[in-house]
């Protein structure tokens, strides 16, 4: 049995880069939890193939959002998965089109994700960049608006297969995505 994080060779240097900065935030809000573990999805919805569907890996809020990897379809590389906003209340939509791009939307350093929002950084922030840069060789986006309209097929998608399981009124359009 491995003693890696995940499956996920991206996610275990975020891993590996958590654990050798400590109890630093590095990004606002965010925290890497237990890989895999619902994080409360059966209150969304109870069918299997909405909880099969996707797989929590951290908090994207302090106050208790999670986010989440969508399996959308049957892709080997996990990390290639759009990225959901699983959010404490009543928001859930695509945030990400991969891993690689939440990684570059830590890098704003702010909960919501708007980087007009950012009043100081955090502890880690410039630890968290260093390592971004170096290990990803990614830097934090440029152009939020074409990231958005990237990520809008992703979230099309996700609105129409989540539809089957959770109200409609949980799927409208993210207020971070503008």
Sequence with gaps: MSDAYSPIPELNQLKEFTDRIGQVWYSEGF???????????????????????????????????????????????????????????????????????LFQLLAIDEETLDPDGVEQHTEGH???????????ALRPPEDLDALWAGQKEYDERFKTWASRFVDDSALSASAWCR
């Design 126 to 136: 410039q630890e968290y960049l260093t390592w971004l840069n170096e290990t990803f």
């Design 31 to 101: 925290e890497l939890c237990e890989y895999g573990v619902d994080a409360g999805l059966d209150t969304w919805s109870e069918e299997p193939e909405f909880l099969a569907g996707l797989i929590p890996f951290a908090l994207a809020t302090r106050s208790g959002s999670h986010y989440a990897l969508w399996r959308c379809d049957d892709r080997t590389d996990l990390a290639t998965l759009p990225v959901v906003f699983v959010g404490d209340d009543g928001d859930l939509y695509v945030v990400a089109r991969d891993l690689p791009e």
